[in-house]
């Protein structure tokens, strides 16, 4: 009697931490209004190690954040949460780029980070469009 496995192997599309020299961004909601006094934190092993708020315009911005690996995170509100593993570090490329951070929380009803953390100004501007075709 001959036996035959099967393999099936699934691929996720997990996102690479982004790399960043500044951390820094802006908080929507769905409609792309401003998202305005939210807690932003940057968590290292689960506990938090630095946290800001968002400003009336959505804004926010860390000082003086060490080297490392952190996860970006915004706590549920009346929205979804959000949540990015990022790596602050001093390369040349990051300084040249200095990406910020866009961040379109999704709905409250969501269960889990269906919020969007963005590095592309275009990708932002184009999921904002899109939320409001609907």
């Known amino acids: 009697m001959a036996i035959s496995t099967l393999s099936c192997s699934a691929q996720l599309d997990i996102p690479k931490p982004e790399r960043l020299t500044h951390v820094e961004g802006i908080v929507v909601d769905p409609a792309g209004h401003p998202a305005a006094d939210l807690s932003v934190k940057l968590l290292r092993d689960d506990k938090s190690v630095a946290e800001t708020r968002t400003d009336t315009a959505g804004e926010f911005e860390f000082e003086h954040v060490p080297s490392g690996q952190y996860t970006f995170r915004i706590d549920r509100s009346h929205f979804a949460p959000a949540a990015r593993d990022i790596v602050v570090t001093d390369e040349i490329v990051t300084h040249l ?36 075709r609907h």
């Open 97 to 132: 780029e200095r990406k910020k951070l866009y961040v379109i929380l999704g709905p409250g009803a969501c269960q889990d980070e269906c919020s969007a953390v963005l590095t592309s100004k275009r990708d932002f501007d184009r999921t904002i469009r899109k939320n409001n």
